[in-house]
């Protein structure tokens, strides 16, 4: 930097403003460990310690049905994607670079898990009362195949609606083993988008048929339940995870035509 020394001003000195900025130093990009296969190795291999360790300390039920599995499975994908991304080195330019690296590599990690909670959202909705009604007859809970008293006898059948709703159950789970088919996991996705919204539909028509019954009596009261609102909470997830199966699709199309 050009400095000019002032004759009238014995205090300081003046700086050339047209001076050339001294260039930045170009930050090296950090190296990936080892190839790609051994790096899905030793993030397996990470991975499966973190969740023995788990399992041996708290001893989460292995069965659908139970909240702590999803959970148990949710902090797998979690520990994936931290040893994926300290692997692959957090290579980047800038915080958009850094963030398309990360959504790179948590690909499939965010697939796996925007499914399973799909997958134990619904869950949620074959087994939990949907909504309530009240009247002079009693207490009743509407369910996915069934509509109950409050000593859980059947008193109507809903079970076209408990398909539905379990389909949309069991589908996402199933999506997740198809990795290596992305088209059919797109169009799996798809498919679970519709059942989901025919879940929303079908529970809404339930609920009005059994509102209707329950008008007539000269005393009556309803309301919903958390459960019922659960099919428009996996519309989302079920669309981020076609998005992130479809991107995926595109950067494996876009690097074999590079090769």
Partial sequence: MDIKFSGSDANGFQFDQNAAPKPKRE???????????????????V?????AVFFYLELPAINLHAEEFY?????????????????SGFQGTGAKGYFTFVKKQ????????????????????????????????????LYAFSLQTSAGEAVQSTVYMGVVL???????????????????????????????????????????????????????????RPAIALPLV??????????AVFRDELMVRAADRIR
Avoid at 47 to 51: E, I, K
Avoid at 73 to 87: D, E, G, P, R
Wanted: positive net charge.
């Fill in 106 to 141: 948590c690909t499939v990690p965010f697939l796996v898990s925007a499914l399973l909670i799909v997958t134990a959202l619904m869950a949620v909705t074959l087994f939990a009362p949907l909504a309530w009604f009240a009247g002079d007859a009693g207490e009743f809970r």
């Fill in 27 to 45: 930050r090296k990009p950090r190296k990936s460990i080892g190839s790609k296969g051994g790096r899905i190795a030793v993030n397996a291999l």
């Fill in 234 to 243: 996996c519309l989302l997830f079920a669309y981020l995870a076609a998005r």
């Fill in 166 to 224: 379990a389909l949309a159950c069991v589908l996402p789970f199933i999506t997740i083993f198809l990795f290596k088919r992305r088209l059919l996991q797109i169009r799996l996705c798809v498919v679970e988008i519709v059942l989901l919204i025919g879940s929303a539909v079908m529970e809404a028509a339930y609920y009005f048929l059994s509102w209707r019954v329950f008008s007539e009596l000269s005393f009556h009261t309803q309301g919903f």
């Fill in 71 to 87: 959970g148990f499975a949710l902090l797998l994908c979690i520990t994936y994607c931290i040893c994926s991304l300290l692997t």
């Fill in 47 to 51: 991975t499966l310690l973190v969740g």
